[in-house]
């Protein structure tokens, strides 16, 4: 549930301020941002991804956030050590141990925050190879336009939309 409760609780949030007459605004989850409308001088909303690292609060990125979620799923902010190793809460369902795929965040930028949310989560278990390849079938498949950045070990940035075929 936690790779989409925020971002389906986004998405009715919007529908209902919507629905009450709101014509803009942005909905803050904590790493699932959703922007509707146009800031307070009729531009762009920006939403800053930080650099994934405990305890630092510099951008890494900035978008520009225009009718869209900005979900961010990440290893950096919720994990303990025991014995040398880091144990994160993004568990991998093949081994059931936190996922080990090179990544520190993946975060994924479309219409919907719910999949954007679950999308996040699954792209950062898969790697950035297999989960370009990933993203690239669901948005053939479901006619979706997706975007996401992959954020490595190394602070090495992928952008899905610039990646060449794995």
Partial sequence: VGAFAKGFIADKLR?????EGARSGIINLGGNVLCFGKDTDGGSFEVGIRR????VSDYILKLKADDV??????????????EGRM??????????????SGLLSVTVVGESSAICDALATTLLIKGTDKGLSYLRQYNEEFEGSYEAYFIDEEMKVTDSKDAGDP
């Fill in 52 to 55: 994934p690292e405990p305890g």
């Fill in 87 to 100: 144990y994160h809460h993004i568990i991998d369902p093949k081994t059931g141990y936190p996922s080990e």
């Fill in 15 to 19: 529908d209902r301020l919507i629905s």
């Fill in 69 to 82: 979620s900005v979900v961010t799923a990440g290893i950096y902010e919720r994990y303990f050590e025991y």
